[in-house]
């Protein structure tokens, strides 16, 4: 039986990530939980994945090759994202302040847009969005699966949008047709067979950053296969593998043009008894923190 994260052995020699202080100035690396899941186009407990993250850093170090010699900070939890998505965006932008990089834990997909705006502020006409996503979320109305629509509307430029894994049969050509009027520019599932995705991601976040703004990255889980992301309502079967997520966040934290990434779209009493999706994200901040500590 797997050990829970409290139960953990403790060594002075091999210090565990995680249990970061709340703010107290500036740092390097701030934490956010933006909790959605109201809107959700399937039913979802993605609200608790925040903690549950939290809990899971604990299995992991901050070391790599080397120690990540970073500042780090907890903002705790939105109160209420979906309802009150203006608290969201002010607390994400309080972070955004003090910090080199935010993370911001999802909640589903609706959390990117406090995300995105409390990142970008007014300089969002200079703005780049990158998603790693199996879907366009480009639906009308407001739900998971309309947050790329949303940013453009209120300002985000399509041709600065990249959006990287596109599933077929996981779209429609309705939304396909949106995302090219729109001047968004897709990398399919496919292409990412043939390319190793760390190449695929700086040239997204190239374009995404071409106008000198500040870009936000958009790690959907559901991109992943379904093996390894179980408790994504929305993964399907041959999505991208673990370690192309661990790149892809590994490479978001490293570009200095991004001030943010986000985490969502897993419903952490929807995944396995091991746990499985839950460590993936945890892993996953950690990568960020590790491109981070190598800017």
Do not use: K
Not at 106 to 119: K, S
Not at 207 to 223: K, T
Request: include cysteine; aromatic fraction near 4%.
């Amino acid at each position: 039986m797997a050990l829970s994260a409290s139960s953990l052995p403790v060594d002075p020699h091999w210090p565990r990530a995680g249990d970061w202080p709340e703010p107290a100035g500036n740092v390097d690396f701030a934490l956010v939980g933006i909790p959605t899941h109201l809107t959700a186009l399937s039913a979802s407990n993605a609200h608790v994945t925040p903690q549950a993250v939290r809990a899971a850093l604990r299995y992991y170090s901050e070391f790599t090759d080397r120690p990540l010699g970073l500042a780090f900070a907890d903002y705790g939890d939105a109160i209420d994202p979906d309802g009150d998505e203006d608290a969201a965006t002010a607390l994400v932008a309080r972070a955004v302040g003090a910090s080199r990089l935010v993370v911001a834990l999802g909640g589903d997909n609706a959390a990117t847009v406090p995300a995105a705006l409390g990142t970008w502020g007014d300089r969002i006409a200079r703005a780049g969005l990158v998603t790693l996503d199996a879907h366009h979320d480009l639906r009308d109305g407001r739900s998971n699966g309309s947050p790329v629509r949303r940013l453009i509307e209120v300002g985000l430029s399509g041709s600065r949008v990249v959006q990287v894994g596109i599933a077929d049969f996981a779209n429609s050509a309705d939304y396909a047709a949106r995302a090219a009027d729109l001047g968004i520019t897709v990398v399919r599932r496919g292409t990412l067979l043939t390319r190793p995705i760390a190449d695929v991601m700086n040239e997204a976040l190239e374009l995404a950053a071409s106008a000198g703004g500040p870009v936000h990255v958009d790690l959907d889980v559901d991109v992943c296969d379904r093996s390894v992301a179980p408790a994504c309502p929305a993964s399907v079967p041959g999505g991208i593998a673990a370690h192309e997520l661990r790149a892809a966040a590994r490479a978001a934290g490293a570009h200095p043009a991004v001030e943010s990434i986000d985490l969502v779209e897993v419903d952490a009493t929807a995944d396995t008894p091991d746990g499985r999706t839950v460590r993936l994200v945890a892993l996953c901040v950690l990568e960020a923190a590790a491109g981070l500590s190598a800017r």
